[in-house]
């Protein structure tokens, strides 16, 4: 059964220090994408990123990049220099071999600190 | 600018009392679903809609009904809504499905009392 674990329930942080939230998916795919979405406080989910799995290279936008390691069936992501408005929930998802939706993960509240 | 839009943000209503949910994207996107978000239990997908007249459930359908006449247009509608629908429901759209972003509405918040 396809499933995307966030195990990281919470983390806070000071600013100015990095982070690594960690997803882990399972799915029977040889091919898909993996996404990750930030929820702020506001509460509205904007789209950050969509890799697919023949690419492993990282992906990197401004402070955020992203490893994906098809070995492992991870998608990581790391805010670099975090600030306070980075603090949000992040989700990690994975669409359904089965049907028409997104599978997401739990999701990691991070907190950052001034 | 590109967008979906949702309203109300919030509504708070009593059990039985007919209530929609309003959703509109400009994007021309074909694919349109509904989620809604509680905690310990995460996004759910309510209904989703592939194209012009074409619905199908999700994972929670029962209490809901959704119409898909346009393609920019995909209410939700709660027929006799109840206190276990209280809930933050998002709209969402895609260009075609699982593999495209999903382009999130802003939310709506309901309360059932």
């Known amino acids: 059964a396809q499933k995307v674990t966030q195990a990281q329930t919470e983390i806070s942080v000071v600013e100015k220090e990095d982070v690594t939230l960690d997803c882990v998916y399972e799915t029977r795919d040889t091919t898909y994408y993996l996404f990750w979405y930030k929820q702020p406080p506001s509460g509205e989910l904007v789209f950050l990123i969509r890799r697919n799995s023949f690419d492993e290279q990282n992906e990197i936008s401004g402070r955020y990049s992203w490893n994906f390691q098809k070995s492992t069936s991870s998608f990581n992501f790391t805010i670099t220099a975090s600030q306070v408005v980075d603090s949000a929930v992040y989700f990690c998802a994975l669409p359904s071999e089965s049907s028409y939706k997104l599978i997401f993960g739990s999701g990691t509240r991070l907190l950052v600190r001034p | 600018e590109a967008q979906v839009t949702q309203n109300p943000r919030y509504l708070i209503t009593v059990t039985g009392k007919k209530l929609t949910v309003t959703c509109s994207q400009n994007?021309?996107?074909?694919?349109m679903s509904w989620y809604r978000q509680d905690p310990g239990l995460g996004l759910r997908q309510i209904y989703y809609?592939?194209?012009?007249?074409?619905?199908d459930k999700g994972d929670v359908p029962e209490g809901y009904k959704v119409s898909r006449k346009e393609k920019r247009n995909f209410p939700l509608i709660l027929e006799s809504p109840s206190p276990n629908q209280t809930s933050l429901y998002f709209c969402?759209?895609?260009?075609?499905?699982?593999?495209?972003?999903?382009?999130f509405g802003n939310g709506t918040r309901l309360t059932v009392t």
């Open positions: 809609s592939m194209n012009v007249e074409v619905t």
């Open positions: 969402a759209s895609s260009f075609e499905g699982n593999d495209s972003p999903l382009h």
């Open positions: 994007m021309n996107h074909e694919y």
